[in-house]
């Protein structure tokens, strides 16, 4: 499914911000954040399921898909604070935020700043860890790899580790695109973004204090962040539902889209969720 792009610009430098907007511009808003190294398109899927009763935003973060990026260095901080002023920008001052991978990172970042902007947290494939000393080091091998043997190569290793094995011959067109998206990403997108998921701190710390609904999702064959890191935000995030998805690896939104998607409209339809907007006419079971 194709959708009309949108560009904004946002300060500093005024960056060109493509993104999805799609529904009823005064139903309950959906922003998504995509996963390293993706982009909006990602979420087509969740977007066609619940554009009917929601406003569904999709962006592409600075760098990737049709987002400029004219900033020296990066980090997880800045990605969240693009994001506020997207929102800012759009005129948006509240929304359900849903981000997979590095866009929970981003997520959690964001509502640890500014827990006011937003209603409810889905979180998916992702942690509040920061990295460890073995995978700080892995990171730079892989930007020392990619500044010598370019994005072709890091395309095919990057796409055989996120997914399960059964994803190559569910979801074969899809990959197959998105490979073909991430060597053409410049090298110095890719190597500022691995030096931003190295230096991240974590977020754990601040779980106890997220006070809106939270779901948190994973696959269940996610070699990246487990059921473990999963498991371990539940714990910390009172009354937040834990959800593991058969049949997916890291990107779980695509793989197990049907499930994914099932679990995601379950949680905005339960109380705490949908309280929040009982004065809207609209159908959100």
């Known amino acids: 499914m194709r959708y009309l792009e949108n560009t904004i610009r946002i300060t500093p430098n005024k960056i060109k ?8 511009k005064d139903a309950p808003a959906i922003i998504f954040i995509h996963g390293f190294p993706f982009n909006k398109s990602m979420w087509t899927r969740q977007m066609e399921e619940l554009k009917a009763n929601y406003r569904v935003i999709a962006y592409d973060i600075r760098g990737y898909g049709h987002s400029d990026d ?12 693009d994001l506020i002023l997207i929102m800012d920008t759009i005129r948006l001052d509240k929304a359900i935020l849903c981000g997979l991978s590095m866009g929970g990172y981003i997520a959690l970042s964001a509502i640890s700043k500014y827990p006011g902007r937003f209603e409810a947290l889905v979180l998916c494939d992702t942690s509040c860890m920061a990295d460890t000393p073995e995978t700080k080091a892995k990171r730079m091998l892989t930007i ?3 500044k010598k043997n370019g994005t072709v190569e890091y395309a095919e290793e990057v796409i055989n580790n996120l997914f399960a094995p059964e994803a190559f011959t569910t979801i074969e067109t899809e990959i197959a695109v998105m490979k ?7 090298q110095s997108t890719l190597c500022k973004t ?4 190295a230096g991240r701190k974590e977020t754990c710390n601040r779980l106890s204090g997220i006070k809106v609904p939270v779901l948190i999702m994973v696959g269940s064959e996610d070699k990246v962040t487990p059921v473990a890191s999963a498991k371990y935000m539940h714990d910390k995030v009172k009354g937040s539902v834990l959800v593991v998805l058969e049949h997916a690896g890291h990107i779980s939104n695509m793989e197990n889209h049907t499930e994914f998607n099932n679990q995601l409209q379950k949680f905005l339809s339960l ?8 004065d809207r006419q609209i159908n959100i079971n």
């Open 144 to 146: 020392a790899s990619i």
């Open 17 to 24: 911000i493509s993104f999805y907007d799609e529904g009823p």
């Open 70 to 81: 004219r900033s020296q260095e990066t980090s997880i901080d800045l990605f969240a604070s």
């Open 180 to 186: 073909e998206e991430i060597a053409g990403i410049p």
């Open 194 to 197: 691995l030096f931003a998921l």
């Open 271 to 278: 109380s705490p969720v949908k309280s929040k907007y009982a």
